[in-house]
């Protein structure tokens, strides 16, 4: 587990330093295809999508704090509260739920 | 524009680099990730997004290639970054500092380096930047993982929904002004959770790089022209 723990470290910081380091070294006036560069910047918003449904069902086994403190949550992500406010406070409201509900 | 310079310039980012570093770190002592791991990913792989859903992914059990290839996927996205940054490095700066600055590229600097009005940038200005930054992203790291060792049991079982609200807070912003991002990501959602319930047998991290290269495919015949610049 440990060992397997320090290969992920390893291996997440080759793929995260080769892509910002390829370029700077080796491209001076490379131009990605614009279906490339949509597809790219598509990317990060397609893994959010899939890491926060379903998991996010799995964090407490209180189904309906969890789609409370999920609805919470939505509401104050889309106000556009700061992210660090935004999880003080779903932590706040699903440690509460848990004990009313 | 000196090193000294870069600094200052880079203050923002450090004031709100330590607060989500502090996130980061007890989110790790709540996933009951060893502290050193947590600190080790801070310092040699330093990106925010990757080292969030990296531990995410740590957290569902996903296998260490899964973890991996998911990080490249993340992260795929500083190519662009880096190729937009070198056009505005001088030509003749060394290669060690070319390295050097290509370590600090985060969404962050970028933007901030991106938007300064010189046309060329000093490598000393950009490596004050850089490393303002990554001092307030490692000590962040050091404060989270000390407070999340304190924290009483009930409170560290609320702490796994933190997560998700971290995600939750970065993707609605997004998602509101943008339809075709809002389609994308419950597009991916919907992929991932249908892999999950129908096709048991493909593990969560392969569901989750499924999903996502299925929908940004989508995403870019779907919405064809038009430019969008969320990033």
């Known amino acids: 587990m440990k060992n397997e723990l320090?290969?992920?470290?390893?291996?997440?910081?080759?793929?995260?330093?080769?892509?910002?380091?390829?370029?700077?070294?080796?491209?001076?006036?490379?131009?990605?295809?614009?279906?490339?560069?949509r597809f790219l910047s598509f990317i990060p918003y397609a893994i959010l999508g899939a890491l926060i449904f379903p998991s996010v069902f799995e964090t407490s086994e209180n189904l309906p704090a969890v789609i409370l403190t999920l609805i919470i949550c939505f509401i104050v992500s889309y106000i556009g509260l700061n992210p660090t406010i935004v999880v003080i406070i779903s932590i706040v409201s699903i440690y509460l739920f848990n004990i009313i509900l | 524009m000196t090193f000294k310079r870069g600094i200052i310039v880079g203050l923002p980012v450090c004031l709100g680099y330590i607060p989500i570093a502090i996130a980061y770190g007890l989110l790790?002592?709540?996933?009951?990730?060893?502290?050193?791991?947590?600190?080790?990913?801070?310092?040699?792989?330093?990106?925010?997004?990757?080292?969030f859903i990296g531990i995410g992914l740590i957290g569902v059990g996903a296998s260490p290639f899964e973890i991996i290839f998911t990080t490249f996927m993340v992260n795929i996205r500083h190519l662009l970054m880096s190729a937009s940054l070198e056009k505005r490095v001088d030509k003749d700066t060394p290669i060690l500092y070319r390295i050097l600055i290509s370590f600090g590229i985060t969404d962050e600097t970028f933007s901030l380096l991106s938007f300064q009005k010189d046309e060329k940038l000093n490598y000393k200005f950009i490596l004050g930047v850089n490393i303002i930054a990554y001092s307030s992203w490692v000590l962040g790291t050091m404060i989270g993982i000390s407070v999340g060792n304190i924290i009483p049991e009930s409170l560290a079982l609320a702490m796994n929904?933190?997560?998700?609200?971290?995600?939750?807070?970065?993707?609605?912003?997004?998602?509101k002004k943008s339809l075709k991002i809002t389609s994308i990501a419950i597009l991916s959602a919907g992929i991932h959770i249908l892999i999950r319930f129908i096709f048991t047998l493909i593990s969560i991290g392969w569901s989750i790089v499924i999903s996502t290269i299925i929908a940004s495919a989508a995403g870019v015949f779907l919405f064809d022209g038009e430019n969008h610049n969320e990033e």
Request: net charge positive; hydrophobic share 65%.
């Open chain 2, 161 to 175: 929904f933190s997560l998700y609200a971290m995600f939750i807070a970065l993707l609605v912003p997004a998602a």
């Open chain 1, 6 to 37: 320090l290969f992920v470290a390893i291996g997440m910081m080759v793929v995260t330093f080769i892509p910002r380091l390829i370029p700077m070294l080796f491209m001076k006036d490379v131009k990605l295809p614009e279906k490339l560069n």
């Open chain 2, 28 to 51: 790790g002592i709540s996933f009951n990730i060893p502290p050193y791991i947590i600190l080790l990913l801070s310092v040699i792989v330093f990106a925010g997004a990757s080292q």
